[in-house]
């Protein structure tokens, strides 16, 4: 089965200033892997998603992942956070095969100071 | 809005108690899934239906049950309410079953068990 981990519970930055939110995941082989980003009463919403093909996708809101099979990663980038970047980001996998039903990071809450 | 539409929004009851949360797909989705996110637990899936059949079982209570009917609707029924039952119960749907199919989420419904 899957796992997927996401080591930092908060990550607090400075409006205009880059992120990366970090995901680590166990699987077998590659796995489709996904972020979404859950808004304060709202329910979770695709940033990006990764199945194949280039390891660099892009996402709505500005959003980037980079894709590492020898690191285990599926890291989240922005260049520079706005305000509204406030929320909490959760990374997931989903298995090719077997068990499809994807497995949920603990989630990231970022901060973002004005 | 993604599309996925869920009553009530809160809803507060006693222990022993039961309650009945329903989740409406996105037009042409034939999945629903149920998830319950806590803060000490996450966001844990619970079940998984597709076209009115049950296809996975999560991390589900016995006290808990789901349906999805012909009209594709979907209802979690929690019955024997527990304070630890209080949580964000989220339904999300997508177009089929495969683990890389997008998951669209619904507000969630907020429980509190007193």
């Known amino acids: 089965a899957q796992s997927v981990t996401q080591p930092d519970i908060h990550i607090t930055v400075s409006e205009g200033a880059s992120l990366e939110l970090r995901c680590n995941y166990s699987y077998g082989a590659t796995p489709y892997l996904f972020w979404y980003v859950q808004s304060p009463g709202q329910g979770l919403q695709l940033l990006l998603k990764y199945f194949s093909g280039d390891t660099l996708v892009q996402g709505i809101k500005g959003f980037e992942a980079e894709f590492k099979r020898s690191q285990s990663s599926f890291n989240l980038r922005k260049p520079s956070v706005h305000w509204s970047d406030a929320a909490e980001y959760f990374c997931a996998v989903g298995a090719r095969g077997g068990s499809y039903i994807p497995t949920f990071g603990r989630g990231t809450s970022l901060i973002v100071h004005p | 809005d993604s599309g996925v539409t869920q009553t009530p929004k809160h809803l507060i009851t006693a222990t022993g108690q039961r309650v009945t949360l329903r989740c409406s797909p996105r037009s042409g989705d034939l999945s629903v899934y149920w998830y319950q996110q806590s803060l000490d637990q996450g966001l844990q899936f619970l079940i998984h239906?597709?076209?009115?059949?049950?296809?996975a079982k999560g991390n589900i209570l016995e006290r808990f049950s789901a349906q999805q009917f012909p009209d594709l609707h979907s209802e979690l029924n929690l019955s024997s309410l527990e304070l630890g039952d209080s949580a964000l119960y989220f339904c999300a749907s997508s177009v089929a079953s495969g683990g890389k199919d997008e998951q669209f989420f619904g507000p969630g419904t907020r429980l509190t068990v007193l």
């Open positions: 239906y597709y076209n009115g059949e049950e296809r």
